[in-house]
């Protein structure tokens, strides 16, 4: 049986290598070319190696990549930091002859974080290692809607952002690149447990049913943490620009806290503050209604 690691490790050498061109490099293309980026043998040849041991990591066969291998591949590829630490740690467990023990205990929220949460007057979410939707506090509630609409298995970040009911987001100028930052992020996840029930039920469903997953997962990007800017189209205030971070909370893997933030004394920080108060009397006006109703 092929080691898990092992295969992915070769799915990603395949992805960097696809995204190569001859003169990224230095080569030139030389007649006709059957495949848009590198060919393995010239890969092979800028990384110093043999053409068939090459071929063998891509296949996910039994090879154990010694580091200098590793280093030879990352600068053939041009790996960034975060992509040449994520190749040393797919590697690092296919050379284990069975793969580490992994957490796999249910995802908790420290009550110290949701007291956090709830202080914040700004939106925040925490998000666990799949991008499932652990807590959030008010102010996201009112950006983002109320996820009581969902049932607890759909609360996830990724099955969010590609439900076919929700394509409206996706008229946004930068919902590919947050849908990018938000799959790297998954591929993280995946590279550190690429047999988790949880992430092979999320990928697993959207490869099947979206043709857009599938072609942006197939890049193979990964990303162990994430910032941006998003536009948040609100049909009560207009269109609010935030910028979002992500903070990682204790834990290995531990969940992560999604805060988004408006300039200050901008009008999105002014647009942010009429929505909350338009959350907060929308929800003073459904408490008094049910305390009537008694």
Same mark, same amino acid.
């Given at each position: 049986m092929t080691n898990p690691y092992a295969r992915e490790l070769g799915d990603f050498l395949r992805a960097r290598r696809g995204r190569l061109r001859p003169h990224d490099v230095g080569l030139e293309p030389g007649g006709r070319r059957k495949v848009s980026g590198l060919r393995r043998e010239e890969l092979s040849l800028l990384a110093g190696l043999s053409t068939d041991y090459y071929q063998r990591m891509e296949q996910g066969r039994e090879v154990r990549p010694s580091d200098d291998v590793l280093d030879a591949l990352a600068g053939a590829l041009g790996l960034d930091h975060e992509e040449r630490r994520h190749l040393f740690?797919?590697?690092?467990?296919?050379?284990?002859?069975?793969?580490?023990?992994?957490?796999?205990?249910?995802?908790?929220?420290?009550?110290?974080?949701?007291?956090?949460?709830?202080v914040m007057d700004t939106p925040a979410v925490v998000l666990g290692r799949h991008l499932d939707l652990l807590a959030w506090n008010p102010m996201a509630e009112a950006l983002l809607g109320s996820p009581d609409a969902y049932p607890p298995d759909r609360l996830n970040m990724l099955l969010l952002m590609f439900d076919d009911t929700l394509t409206g987001e996706r008229s946004c100028p930068d919902w590919e690149r947050q849908a990018l930052d938000f799959i790297g992020m998954m591929r993280a996840a995946v590279g550190a447990d690429p047999t988790?029930?949880?992430?092979?039920? /999320? /990928?697993?469903?959207?490869?099947?049913?979206?043709?857009?997953?599938?072609?942006?997962?197939?890049?193979?990007? /990964?990303?162990?943490?994430?910032?941006?800017?998003?536009?948040?189209?609100?049909?009560?205030?207009?269109?609010?620009v935030l910028d979002w971070d992500t903070y990682p909370l204790p834990g290995d893997p531990g969940p992560v806290m999604l805060v988004y933030t408006a300039e200050p004394d901008s009008a999105d920080a002014d647009r942010l503050r009429l929505l909350a108060s338009m959350r907060a009397t929308r929800s003073a006006l459904t408490d008094r209604h049910r305390r009537l109703a008694r």
């Open positions: 740690a797919l590697a690092h467990a296919a050379r284990r002859p069975r793969p580490a023990r992994v957490d796999r205990g249910p995802e908790t929220v420290p009550d110290s974080t949701r007291r956090l949460l709830r988790h029930p949880r992430a092979t039920a /999320v /990928v697993g469903e959207l490869s099947i049913r979206s043709a857009e997953f599938r072609r942006l997962w197939a890049r193979h990007d /990964v990303r162990a943490s994430v910032s941006g800017t998003k536009t948040f189209r609100v049909p009560e205030v207009g269109d609010i």
